[in-house]
């Protein structure tokens, strides 16, 4: 496997070695479950990152961070309005019923896995206010998109006002949100916009075992506490998962990761640009390479997945080598 | 705190400098979530250590591990037979009432937090055989117990031969499942019996955050799979879960750390046996305490908690050190 | 059947023929649903039986009205403290598991099954405030009581102030309110206090498939119409369910009813005042009584239930014919 | 109203007389909830309607009688495949959410809202074999469809392999299966096919208040009533369901019944055969009528649902006239 060039997913990337210094350094005796000096920090540090208060806990999985976000925007009988392709939908395997206790998922459709006002209404609309049909209580939206795009501040603020309109909680998973950021080239406040709660993501990005769940009105956050120690989600050495957070947002390392991830992107990017599906504004490439060419590629060494016919993705992450990069951008160039 | 002498629970102990090696030694490139090579060799290692086929799952906490091995035991409609004291009946913030969607706790009274047949009898002896009333679809028991007192091997063949007459599962919570095999020094098949399931502890054993499932049945164990990853508990960097299991088998370190934290346990025991609740068969005490003994024991460096009134609930790990154990076995002594 | 004096439960008798007409008058076309005029009128006229704005749904069990009204007072995550008794906790078949989705059921003590706010403090002060113990969001009491007794308005309104001061909501399960109102001789709004939701029984008071959920937080009775949707309980031909409780209504049949269940049910004390478990306050009998002396009883055609160990259960009905209750009565004074 | 033609839905119209003599009937003392003669007989009398054995239960609605059998087929962490239009996907509040404990709905598109095995396994096939995704447990018909189509037998035994090969159980929603039937001209057996569970619909058909589920697998039975009562659907005088249902049996009048709906169906279509959406295969018309044409047939009195743009749904009923069949007919023919 060594030789191999891996752009399959960012998800199974090894460990930033400042996490490590860090869970190490946590390797001292303190309170169990999130009572410890640094579980107790986050708080305070994420509404430094975002300049306003907001409370903050991790959690193992941002499959369990968006599901543990929404319940605190969703009752049981209700639904949350996502894309088709998110990763709620597709790929959590059915943990948002499960955490939502058969709230429903309402599909709309939007150009590279975003959704706009327009695109969300589409589902809303057509729904009777009557008691036959479930209602929607939220949004989810996915920053950067499961096609790698990042959705821009306007084009948030435009969802918070429609979803305040419409009495919708906002819920952003962010699985990939330091891409986002980093690609925006604005402040995180700008990139989470008016939504009420965050899947902070870590782990894709360097991160072992630990991703943030960012609530922005603090009253719900027992609400959280609750929900995951019913989860079974409250580890009780939680300071080796706050530990791996606090690393990250020191000297944002989690922004100096993601702008990484998102130059190795980008190279392959000016590569290929005429056969990209989508932008590419974090850290994911959706190329258009025939059967042959991906078979071409694969012998070369390159690792990625199909996506559909005809369509390969390629992910980058914070230690992509930038040697593994441009070797990639040449062989696509050269099909 | 550096000078305190902590009894408080094993649950915040450090993590053994062998897991730590085995962390590190995972964080190269392999697959994501359990399709690495050492989650894969899970099921092998585990089917060895108890000789016979089994399945064996990593999972962060022993909560989400219980509920997750009931599950596979019990419809939402039916019901779990637990001592009333049981961790899962007390300690869970009702995560056995999510995981399996409403069955109900039924909860027995037995000695020292054990149950037998008797005990379980008297529940279900009462139970109308009708729709009004929840039947019970599986026994859970705790091995040590949450008293600290290990089952013997006939007990759990009596347990055993009950729930199959009754056709009822059989669940062991085994949060402290090295230190009951250690106590008995018997081989760990002896130890879990007849069991269905098993919540293997590693993390109060000197682990970080990895628990093993282990599915007697394997094929149960897609069931566990399925369910593991609606509950927001597949992690992507499986690999390093895997790995604390795996270094706490490799060469018995978990008996080894098992068997450090028993002896420190009974070390105290001996100095203070006429004041002992319970048998001390595993690292719990729980020892008759006056509130000012209690108070002169604190003021002394001692830390623990009350339980109940007038006593104490003392509990040693894996990396007790031996000079506090005689310190505080001499304190006690003393009063 | 027909020579046997059937003393099993009020729940199987005949329906009153003012019911019976009732429904034959809604057999013209109309709305579907609760669209209709009569579903439409409950809450007005619920209102003016309460003297006060309240909102009220059929629903065809008690079961469901029970676990409906809770489901606006308690999350998933929390616990609703109830008598050990309860017919909640005893004869539902684990529909508050369902309903709740997996809330938890905390069982108090009280003597005749009625709860006082210390027998719920015993229950509520051990929970520790942290989210590993499930925290109580509500309580559910039963008016008439299991054990046919009724709550005084002096009492209903001292468990409103201790429920109002720990934040938990109120509960009454009404399956037999009609015939504590006719015991207390007080107002309906007297015998309901200050509860928030109100299972307003009407099957075994002569009724046929229909019960009313009252409401005096109209606020939620959103929330109740979407849930019982939900639940599958919205019957498309509602106007013979709304029937069924308008009758019951009018000129006060519900009353005249369940006074002459009282009244038979007095006849019966008044011969063994000795032999009661329990004071006669409803409509049910705990009657201390060997199995000699029971199966003498059987032998002369009275039908009932045995109560756990020499005791047997007699329930009268609306329907109870004056001279069965008068020879029950002798009938077990002659023993 | 009385001058009003409704042809809006079944589902108010109103009770068969012989509905209530039945009920009637019932209106003398026996066992309480299902253990009435009446409730007793409704096994061996669906196994005579069906010629082979099966198992009936009553139950108040078909959104609770199609829940409960998919409860049989479906376990919480996976799917049920059913049309993007099905009634359990549109029109039941979220209900299949609530008691299949989150398992997701998957939606097929198919002609006519019926499903071929191609539709199923166009949404199959694309189904990563992971637990990332929901895995289908079982498929959902509804006979006659929600477009008014029925299923023929041939159709029916196709489905039934392809749910055999790939492991799915099969339920029908038979809401209007009578009307299938009574279209047919086969004998219910043939209607249903190979399916294991049948929500048989009485309540459209000139029923007051209750369902039956049919089970063709017996061994199931037992656990439709424990999640019947579970669900508050355990009617304490279930005699009055059975009646309605046992009369609607009786001397095939849920089939004469059916054939006077079809009747008036057939009578509409003939008149407007080049305006039909779909063949008119049961008791439901849906009619491209431009919104002039609507308004005009509203101010000659008849009443029908709208059905999107410049369409017109119109049902007939039980009893419904002929005279008013004859009058939409020549109404519409006449636009």
Same mark, same amino acid.
């Given at each position: 496997?060594?030789?191999?060039?891996?752009?399959?997913?960012?998800?199974?990337?090894?460990?930033?070695?400042?996490?490590?210094?860090?869970?190490?350094?946590?390797?001292?005796?303190?309170?169990?479950?999130?009572?410890?000096?640094?579980?107790?920090?986050?708080?305070?540090?994420?509404?430094?990152?975002?300049?306003?208060?907001?409370?903050?806990?991790?959690?193992?999985?941002?499959?369990a961070?968006?599901?543990?976000?929404?319940?605190?925007?969703?009752?049981?009988?209700?639904?949350?309005?996502?894309?088709?392709?998110?990763?709620?939908?597709?790929?959590?395997?059915?943990?948002?019923?499960?955490?939502?206790?058969?709230?429903?998922?309402?599909?709309?459709q939007?150009?590279?896995?975003?959704?706009?006002?327009?695109?969300?209404?589409?589902?809303?609309?057509?729904?009777?206010d009557?008691?036959?049909?479930?209602?929607?209580?939220?949004i989810?939206?996915?920053?950067?998109s499961?096609?790698?795009?990042?959705?821009?501040?306007?084009?948030? *603020?435009? +969802?918070?006002? #429609?979803?305040?309109? $419409?009495?919708?909680? /906002?819920?952003?998973? %962010?699985?990939?949100? !330091?891409?986002?950021?980093?690609y925006?080239?604005r402040?995180?406040?700008d990139?989470?916009?008016?939504?009420?709660?965050?899947?902070?993501?870590?782990?894709?990005?360097?991160?072992?075992s630990?991703?943030?769940?960012?609530?922005?009105?603090?009253?719900? *956050?027992d +609400?959280?506490? #609750?929900?995951?120690? $019913?989860?079974?989600? /409250?580890?009780?050495? %939680?300071?080796?998962? !706050?530990?791996?957070?606090?690393?990250?947002?020191?000297?944002?390392l989690?922004?100096?990761?993601?702008?990484?991830?998102?130059?190795?992107?980008?190279?392959?990017?000016?590569?290929?640009?005429?056969?990209?599906?989508?932008?590419?504004?974090?850290?994911?490439?959706f190329v258009?390479?025939?059967?042959?060419? $991906?078979?071409?590629?694969?012998?070369?060494?390159?690792?990625?997945?199909?996506?559909?016919?005809?369509?390969?993705?390629?992910?980058?992450?914070?230690?992509?080598?930038?040697?593994?990069?441009?070797?990639?951008?040449?062989?696509?160039a050269?099909?």
């Open positions: 496997m060594s030789t191999r060039k891996p752009f399959l997913s960012d998800n199974a990337a090894t460990v930033h070695p400042k996490l490590w210094e860090a869970m190490r350094a946590a390797d001292a005796p303190d309170n169990p479950y999130d009572n410890d000096a640094l579980s107790q920090a986050l708080d305070d540090r994420f509404s430094e990152v975002f300049g306003r208060e907001c409370a903050a806990s991790w959690i193992a999985t941002g499959t961070a968006n599901c543990l976000a929404l319940a605190t925007l969703v009752r049981p009988h209700g639904g949350v309005i996502c894309h088709e392709e998110a990763h709620i939908e597709v790929d959590e395997g059915g943990a948002p019923g499960f955490y939502l206790h058969g709230a429903k998922l309402m599909l709309a939007g150009a590279s896995a975003k959704l706009t006002p327009a695109d969300i209404a589409a589902v809303l609309d057509p729904i009777r009557d008691v036959h049909q479930v209602q929607a209580h939220a989810s939206i996915t920053q950067a499961e096609y790698g795009c990042s959705y821009q501040p306007d084009e948030l *603020a435009a +969802l918070g006002e #429609f979803a305040q309109a $419409r009495k919708l909680g /906002l819920h952003m998973d %962010g699985a990939r949100f !330091a891409n986002a950021v980093a925006l080239g402040s995180p406040a990139a989470v916009g008016p939504c009420d709660t965050l899947a902070f993501g870590c782990i894709k990005n360097g991160g072992m630990a991703e943030a769940l960012v609530m922005f009105d603090p009253a719900q *956050a +609400l959280v506490k #609750f929900r995951r120690k $019913r989860a079974g989600h /409250l580890q009780c050495k %939680g300071r080796y998962q !706050a530990a791996q957070i606090l690393a990250m947002l020191d000297g944002d989690w922004l100096e990761n993601a702008r990484a991830a998102n130059a190795a992107a980008a190279e392959i990017a000016g590569a290929c640009s005429d056969r990209l599906l989508h932008p590419v504004e974090a850290n994911e490439l258009r390479l025939s059967a042959v060419e $991906r078979e071409a590629l694969r012998k070369q060494g390159f690792d990625f997945y199909d996506w559909g016919q005809n369509l390969a993705r390629f992910v980058t992450a914070w230690n992509t080598p930038q040697e593994d990069a441009m070797a990639l951008a040449k062989a696509i050269s099909l």
